[in-house]
């Protein structure tokens, strides 16, 4: 059951889809105060769930997380706020229930940072709708489950991107021409490491302008996509927020004619500077500008390309024309100074204080359709709105077939239009745990089609890092691998045990019939695709403790390796399970592990994941790109102890003809291996 | 055996004592090349250990390390240097050796970084001094830990400070007056939270000047020592390494006078910008500098100081004069620019680079008594040479007691004359971890006395962080709550369950005993107190795997819990051990486990630790400062199966004396807990 109750006069964020009818009475299990502040006493062992993308666990106690999208590619442990807005959480302990805070400005989420006991959570203003979402789940039925699938439904269905979006993706910020791109896909071809996508960063554009391609690098993008479609690759370009101020570029000349940019209070258009320089903002809450940015996108579908990724869409801002002229000002203050501690500190503070400070998101506005809104009071639906531009125009433009989109920026609405990743994270260690952990608390919120850089876009990586963070990443649904100019190179094939990275890589494609299946059928009914351990064994006390293993779909749970020079790890089985090393070719290993807790070997090559008992696990041949994945001679991997049932969801990948029976097969397994199959065209063999 | 070979001619660090014969041969193990790189293939089960203050693992594979005193307070696993410069590592594997770069510049470990499998050490120029170390220890005994202890005797025997420093010690910059030190203590006492000394960070000082004392802020630091010793407190003021210029203040005068500052290649005296604006680096290789510098801090041992840190000793530097009106000169030519991403990144790049900029530490040099040296190619003495400094001073000052000293920036050699901290960390959950991994690596280069900032010196603590480091620093030897100005307040009396932090800094005081004479036996006997466990079980393979767990003196292995809500933890026995919950009054619960893995719970409130088989810990009933401690009325906690025996080493706590046999006493214990004692004026009894 869903309690919506309203504060004030909420801005219309479009978040949740249908109406819903208010309740009257007081807002259940939270302490209310003054309409913006709700605070929860939580009992030791109570764990609270959700907040999408962030820093620190699954359990998100012990921390204060704020809703403010940020560039900020220092994922550290000590953030408050990374690129998203995701205000849904859940409470399970004495009593369980979910809240969502639909309020597009600043929240704040203090759970047991001020106070190791006290849940508080505090919206800048009293304008809000808040929905307190208690389960319907039955007897034995998962209560974090049925919660988590109350909310799906009020937000809408999630993003769906086409099958090839499943395929292993390559990028890198300095990708400079089209040779250098040739070259990356060709090693990998040659080292036999299976690839679907090169992605390109801002490196395609004429000087960082949306929608154009710089002629000397990319003097013919349509041939070239078409060139690279033969190989079976395909071209994902970046898009940015902003719009760069330069006369005769049609994007400027068109948004200034129409007013389209955000404005100043003074009414002229907010300069601010990013990767061209000064830019203008599209006013994405504004519906016409909206609209027309989003067919802005027809420019590059003409050229053959079928994905785009939107980035700085917080927006970022390096520097607003006024505050840089007011440093600039200032600076020169300094120079007759002894620059002790406070002025040196001062001096450097307003250098580094430039980029995306608050004041700056405070001097524009957005014409909205229910009036005229300043910038930071509904800061986070800017980037969901980019995507939403994007997304709309595509519905139009491409009503047969999906186009792939994802996002930096995001908030929970915005799951309908795009996936995310999960931004600029780092070559860290613990960012492969931080990955792991994020991925759950993404699908509570719709956010089903993610993943995070892998081998970390910032600092250098190393083969053993790339190694192991792959091992968890070809189960995230976006599989990229990506990095930041100036850093080390990390595709693949740059390291010494080439063989190890077609082993791990090719595993996703071996994987995709069961990646594929779970994921649609997850998207298609509101479920989630990872799942925290407790969400599936609420019985187990154990299970509510376990911080680095994920249920990956109905059959699988993993365990990844995030330790560097480690040879294993640590694993917890909520239930007996068959512990699988396979590649494909032939079952590697396979042993049956008892309840418990259990020390398990992994080499840095290998990948295990464990398969629940009387689940299925469909597995292809393999193949170096999706298209090449023969999905209909399959086999089956399988822990049978009585009989197993599994059904597949398979597609053309490309249409929006979710709902065809064709999509879905049956197939049972009996302990004895043998297999029946429900529906046409397809084998099924127990491996 | 060690065996010395010199390449062309190494500046003489001091880091070993005494001569040594040079060996002629050729280097063993390593693949030497132009007498400044020396490169080893490693076998995939080889462990790397050693290079003392660093980031990452007790194995230090996968990573390149550098030797380059560095002042950065992000201590993240992307970085290469920390404060110190510690050369020495151990390959143990196929082959089993020591190897010790004696080189003061840059030197760079590449330890499976470039290529997985090859460690490659390059120093910068080819003249240095390596020692190759290989076993002599007889069948059955650490290979590893008789590496060590040869090359403790070569460098020499470690710090050692009084016994009141092993006290907890509270620490912020930001300590302003008198009053609210006083505040501090008063409220550690009311809370009954053990307290031994307050740390005075540069907010003591007059405008940031060395051996000053704000006569505002701090009336009368004499007096107001004596009061803080009445109450069992003492006073540790930090002292800087640059110098103010200003003129009148005695200390810049006379280094004037002398020329014992820093010079630039014209003659003229470099100009840093540190604290106090424009200071002078006092020339720390200068033999009579030194003298001078160190005779300063009479002026504060004068007025009742017995302890000091030096600091910002890399040494760090904001800004250069010179780089400094550079970067002024070219800001201006930004103004009229249209800032895109290289433009931006260039400007906020100049300002970012003033700070530790590698062509300032190019810029001036050294008067050593063997010539004229350029500041970088020595770069990673100055901070070992400021603490000699002192170190030498207080020998000829204060012969008869021993003075608190530990620096942030150390060398080898330094470690004869002060501990260090292991510098600016942050309230990072993971920077427990790399705490617990630094200290044996540091025990490995004679580093004995140290410990963290706990609860982290930059951003916000928590106070589950708080407690769950606390359960780690209680076995450190410096232990000690630190925090930076502007971070949210971290005295144990802040938060909430004041109790919890009651029992669990109390039981630093409970185990002193222990803690006390381990240290102590290990600094004069050059081992080690804390040593991974494959030091002491070299025939466990699985302990070789184990990052997270430490063996602390001859009895103890402790476990500490590291991850944000965890209620427990696996744990790793190499041997059964007896896992003892005991906080000091009566044993709260103890258990027998047996060799193998195990999940233990842990509550934040808690710590635990597993006592080795026949063996013993000496414990204490406690007290609110180290000289409360009855060190004659002992307990013993055991895990007696045949018979313990313990050597207990305790002494004054002051004077120098240590080979005095008063200071040791033999004690056995019988498995019916039947106790023996050698020696006169101590009683034990079994817990």
């Not at 003074?266 to 990013?274: H, N, Q, R």
């Not at 203008?280 to 996108?297: E, Q, S, T, V």
Request: hydrophobic content about 35%; proline content about 3%.
């Amino acid at each position: 059951m869903i309690r919506k109750i309203v504060f004030g006069t909420p801005f219309d964020t479009e978040a949740v889809t249908g109406s819903f009818q208010e309740w009257e009475g007081e807002v259940p299990y939270l302490k209310e105060e003054g309409g913006r502040k709700f605070s929860y006493r939580m009992e030791e062992n109570d764990v609270v769930y959700g907040l999408g993308e962030n820093v620190r666990g699954i359990n998100k106690r012990g921390w204060l997380y704020e809703s403010k999208c940020s560039d900020d590619p220092k994922h550290s442990e000590e953030k408050h706020s990374l690129y998203a807005a995701h205000n849904f959480l859940i409470v399970d302990g004495a009593e369980h229930f979910g809240v969502f805070v639909d309020y597009p400005g600043m929240v704040t989420f203090d759970v047991g940072y001020t106070d190791i006991d006290m849940l508080t959570i505090e919206a800048k203003e009293a304008d809000l709708a808040l929905y307190i979402i208690e389960s319907e789940a039955g007897e034995g039925e998962s209560i974090s489950e049925n919660i988590v699938k109350q909310f799906r439904a009020l937000i809408g269905r999630s993003y769906i991107p086409p099958k090839w979006a499943f395929g292993y993706g390559q990028s890198r910020w300095s990708y400079m021409d089209e040779d250098e791109i040739r070259e990356v896909v060709k090693a990998h071809r040659e080292a036999g490491i299976p690839l679907d996508a090169v992605y390109l960063d801002i490196d395609y554009m004429e000087r960082y302008k949306d929608f154009t391609v710089n002629e000397e690098t990319f003097p013919n993008l349509a041939d070239f996509a078409a060139e690279m479609r033969k190989q079976g690759i395909h071209l994902v370009p970046i898009i940015d927020a902003g719009v760069k101020i330069e006369d005769g570029y049609d994007v400027y000349e068109e948004g200034m004619e129409h007013g389209y940019f955000c404005k100043k209070e003074d009414g002229k258009e907010f300069v601010a500077g990013v990767w061209p320089g000064r830019v203008h903002f599209p006013d994405m809450l504004n519906a016409d500008a909206r609209r027309w940015f989003g067919r802005k996108y027809k420019v590059l579908l003409d050229q053959g390309i079928d994905g785009f990724w939107n980035d700085m869409n917080e927006p970022a801002i390096f520097y607003s024309e006024e505050n840089l002229q007011n440093v600039f000002n200032k600076l020169g203050e300094f120079r007759s100074e002894n620059l002790d501690l406070e002025k040196f500190f001062r001096f450097q503070g307003m250098v580094d204080g430039l980029a995306n400070n608050a004041k700056d998101y405070e001097m524009f506005y957005h014409e909205h359709k229910d009036g005229r809104v300043r910038h930071d009071k509904v800061h986070n639906l800017f980037g969901y709105n980019m995507t939403r531009a994007a997304g709309e125009a595509f519905e139009e433009l491409e009503p047969d077939r999906r186009i792939l989109m994802f996002s930096r920026s995001s908030y929970i609405g915005m799951h309908r239009y795009g996936g995310i990743w999960t931004g600029d994270n780092l070559s860290w260690w613990s960012h492969i745990l931080l990955n792991l952990r994020m991925m759950p608390s993404l699908n509570m919120c719709g956010i089903l089609y993610t993943g995070a850089d892998l081998g970390g876009f910032g600092a250098d990586c190393t083969e053993d890092l790339l190694m192991r963070w792959l091992a968890l990443g070809l189960f995230t649904p976006l599989m990229r691998n990506h990095a930041a100019m100036g850093t080390r190179k990390q595709e693949a094939y740059r390291f010494t045990k080439t063989e190890s990275f077609q082993k791990i890589i090719g595993l996703r494609y071996v994987l995709l019939p069961y990646i594929y299946s779970e994921f649609m059928k997850a998207a298609l009914k509101g479920d989630m695709y990872f799942r925290p351990l407790s969400f599936v064994y609420p019985e187990d006390t154990f299970a509510r403790r376990v911080e680095d293993q994920l249920m990956v779909g109905e059959s699988i749970m993993i365990a990844p390796v995030y330790e560097q020079n480690a040879k294993g790890r640590y694993v917890y089985l909520p239930e007996r399970m068959k512990l699988v090393r396979f590649f494909g070719s032939e079952k590697e290993s396979e042993e049956i592990l008892e309840k418990g807790h259990h020390y398990i070997d992994v080499a840095l090559d290998e990948v295990v994941f464990f398969i629940r008992p009387d689940h299925l696990v469909p597995v292809s041949a393999g193949g170096c790109c999706v298209e090449k994945v023969d999905f209909s001679n399959l086999k089956l991997l399988g822990f049978v102890e009585k009989e197993a049932s599994y059904e597949l969801y398979d597609d053309d990948g490309y249409s929006r003809d979710y709902d065809n029976p064709a999509n879905r097969t049956r197939v049972c397994m009996d302990k004895d291996g043998k297999v029946t199959v429900w529906g046409e065209g397809r084998t099924f063999t127990a491996v």
